[in-house]
Structure formats: structure tokens, C-alpha cells
């Protein structure tokens, strides 16, 4: 089976995929210090809590791969997580849990004698809900003497300032992280923030301080990098033990979700009455419970109320919604219930695209997303890609047959639904060709029709579609 590397940043080895299993090559040099961590107690136990991602050694490279390794090298197979997702489609509380749980790793190694020589959000994912660290090659073996720890400006330009930025300022951080992929430096925070906020505690140490001292720390540049070291192993704990600390601290505080946004009340000020949402919901209950879809796309999915249904009948759900602000709520609520969820920011009219070097590191969604669900849920979506997105009917649907292995499930919504006229303020005429039959007709091309109700006292119909061989 052909292989493809993903990632070649680090010196001591790289990441490749055979099929869709990711399988880590080590190079010689680094072979044995890894061997050790992988099979020591630290690792092991984590890999026990599902803090950090399955691995196991491998006797020979599997397919390909094997043409690429040299004698020595060591091989790894990490378990696949089911969705990977990466820091511009991930809410603030996301980017915020994937930081605390990158100073545990680091924190915890103390004891252990073992260091986190990388500090970035690339090196997370999210399994459901729950942050996993999946780059075990971060992980090295601490010199006892050593105070210093040399990832914490990554760490701070790439976690601690990006959420100081969106909290803050109401930068997104899907603007952040594709326009930097680094993350920020703290004079571009400075500049975006008014002199009494450089003086405020939550950005004076992360933010001004570093401004400030600057110029010092460009003359005594060749000091800088110089080994420190200290009198012995616990005073050296101590200081890195405390630092971390520290910086725990800052990121609790960085984050502040803002309230409300335009769709964060949508439930409750949309067309539905409760008669009408609970046929709904019964309509979307009864489709899981006879197909049973292991994973799910819900797309739109604002609150995550058909999200959790999905959820709740045992499928692995990604939620998608352009909206921040219901991201975050349907994340927390996730998190706390332990469900398996992965809510992310994406527009599916704007996905997000490839990014990184030759734009492979970071593959698009619609490229990690095509082929991987059983169902696509586009409940009362199809009206706002139309509308607001400007994207034509049949390109809609066209793209949902790429995304789902077999069923869509989708709402119509007709021209004179008050929703939809809210959408079109006056522009009425422009839309009166969107009838139910001409739906049907549409999706006739990508699917075919397995079961449709109309929802009482109002004109939208709910469909259950399944995907035309060969499409």
C-alpha cells in the first residue's frame, strides 16, 4: 500500500501514512532514547489515560515505507484518530485545552527525567472531545541540570498570545492560524493593543515585557542561548515545576468566550414551534436508530441538539458551524458530558483549505472529509449556502454526495418560509424557482429519495437520501 509523508519538521524522524495509519519512522540516531520512552512507565501510563496517542513499535516498515528506512532506524504505529482537526478550525476553549494538556505532558515528565523539547497546537488532536498529544517525538530525555525550558517561546506564541488575540481583540482564530501558522509574535499583539491595555496583568508579562526588553535581549544574544545549569537536579525541577505553573495560570485566565453572537439564540428564535422541532428531532431519532451510521457530519449543526442524537445512538460525530460562539458552547457541553463530539469552526461554503509546506502538512477538510461519513446531516442549511453563500442548489448537493459514503439526511426549506425570506430582504424573486419539485429533481442526480415527511404546520419537508451507485 503506497505511503505519503505528512510531516518532516522534526530531525529526529518523520511522519508518514500507509492508507490512513499513521506510522512514525525514527532515525537511527534517535532510535534507542525513543525505544526507551515508548516502553518506559511515563509513557505507558499515558497512553493508558488516553493522553497521548496508542504507539507501538513495529518489527518492519509496513508496504513502501520499508524502501525509505535505513538499518536502525525504528518503526512506530500510532492509532488512528478519526477525525484529525487542527488549530484554525478549533474554538478558543479547544485551543485553550490543547494548551493545558501540552504543560501537563511537560510537567508531569519532571519526575520522570523526561523534557518536551516542542510546545505547539500541531502536536494535539481531538479525539471526540478530548485533547490527545500525538507527536511522540517532542519527548526526549532531560538533562537533570538543565532549568531552562527552550519551548516556551512556541509555546507562548502559538497558544498563550493567539487566545489573548481572540479574547481580547475578537480576532478568529481561524485568521490567526492561516495567516500564521506559527503563531504570533508579541510585538504584533503589542501593536494591536491601546496603552493601557499593554499595562494590564494578563498582557504586561506574555506581551509588553518581552516588547520592552527586546533590544537587551539582542545584544546579549550570545548569552542567551548559553547552557544554564543548576546546582542540583531539585533546585533545577523546581524552577521548570514553577514556570509551568506559571504559564497554567496565564492560559486559565487568556480565554474569555464572548456571550452571544447572531446564532447563538438561534433555537429559539427561529420558525419552529415545539411541535414541529420534536417531529424533527423523532424524524432525525428514528433514521439512527434503523441505519446506525458510525460516523456522522452535521453541518450547520448551531446548538449540536441533532449532534447529541447522533452521539447518543453511538456514532462518532464531527459538528460544524462558521459560528465561534456555538462552537464553544457545544464544546464545553461535549467535554463535560464526555460524548463523542468534535465540534469545529468551519464554513462549508469556505472550508478550510491546505496549508504548510508544498500545502501538505495540513491536508483541507473537504480532502480529510470526502468518503469518511456514513451520513451527513444538512438541517436547515441548504436555504443559507443558497442564499447567503450564493452557492447553486446542485453544487450543494453535489458536494454532500463527496463528503457521505451513503445517506444524507436534509431539510427543504421553500422561498416563502419566513427564515428564508429573512435571508433574502426583498430579493424574493431572484429564489421563486427553488420548489419542492425542483429539489427533488436536483438531488435525483446525487441520490435517491428513501423517505420524506413534511413537518406539520409548515411548508419544509425532511429527507432521508441515500448516495446513487457510482457517484
Known sequence: MKSRARSFRDPAGRLHFVGDSPVRQVYAEAADECRALVGGEFFQGMMKNGEVVRTRVLDKAPGELATVTRPGELILAHESIPFPSFPAEWCGEMLKAAALLTLEMAERGLARGVGLKDA????????????????????????????????????????????????????????????????????????????????????????????????????????????????????????????????????????????????????????????????????????????????????????????????????????????????????????????????????VARPTPAAGWNNEETPSFLARARGRFDAVFMLALVHHLVVTGQIPLDEVLALAARITNRHLVIEYVPPEDPQFKRLTRGRDSLYRQLTREHFERTAAQHFTIRERTKVIDQERWLYVMEKNPLV
Open 120 to 347: 505547539t497546537p500541531y502536536n494535539v488532536l481531538f479525539k471526540g472531545s478530548r485533547p490527545v498529544f500525538v507527536d511522540v517525538l517532542s519527548f526526549e530525555k532531560r538533562d537533570p541540570l538543565d532549568p531552562v525550558w527552550l519551548a516556551q517561546g512556541q509555546f507562548m506564541r502559538t497558544f498563550l498570545l493567539p487566545l489573548l488575540a481572540a479574547s481580547h481583540l475578537g480576532l478568529p482564530l481561524s485568521t490567526l492560524f492561516l495567516v500564521r501558522r506559527d503563531g504570533m509574535e508579541p510585538e504584533q499583539l503589542y501593536r494591536m493593543l491601546g496603552p493601557l491595555d499593554r499595562i494590564r496583568p494578563r498582557f504586561l508579562s506574555p506581551v509588553s515585557l518581552p516588547v520592552w526588553l527586546s533590544g537587551r535581549a539582542e545584544r546579549e544574544a550570545a548569552s542567551v542561548y548559553r547552557p544554564r545549569r543548576s546546582k542540583s537536579g531539585e533546585q533545577a525541577e523546581f524552577v521548570l515545576r514553577t514556570q509551568l505553573k506559571g504559564l497554567r495560570r496565564q492560559v486559565e485566565r487568556s480565554w474569555r468566550p464572548p456571550a452571544r453572537s447572531t446564532w447563538s439564540d438561534y433555537e429559539t428564535s427561529c420558525s419552529y414551534e415545539k411541535d414541529a422541532f420534536d417531529q424533527k428531532s423523532s424524524f432525525v431519532e428514528e433514521f439512527l436508530r434503523r441505519t446506525r451510521p458510525g460516523r456522522v457530519l452535521d453541518v450547520g449543526c448551531n446548538s449540536g441538539h441533532f449532534s447529541r442524537l447522533a452521539a447518543e445512538a453511538g456514532s462518532e460525530v464531527v459538528a460544524l458551524d462558521q459560528d465561534p460562539v456555538v462552537v464553544e458552547a457545544l464544546y464545553r457541553k461535549s467535554a463535560e458530558r464526555g460524548m463523542n463530539i468534535l465540534p469545529l469552526v468551519v464554513d
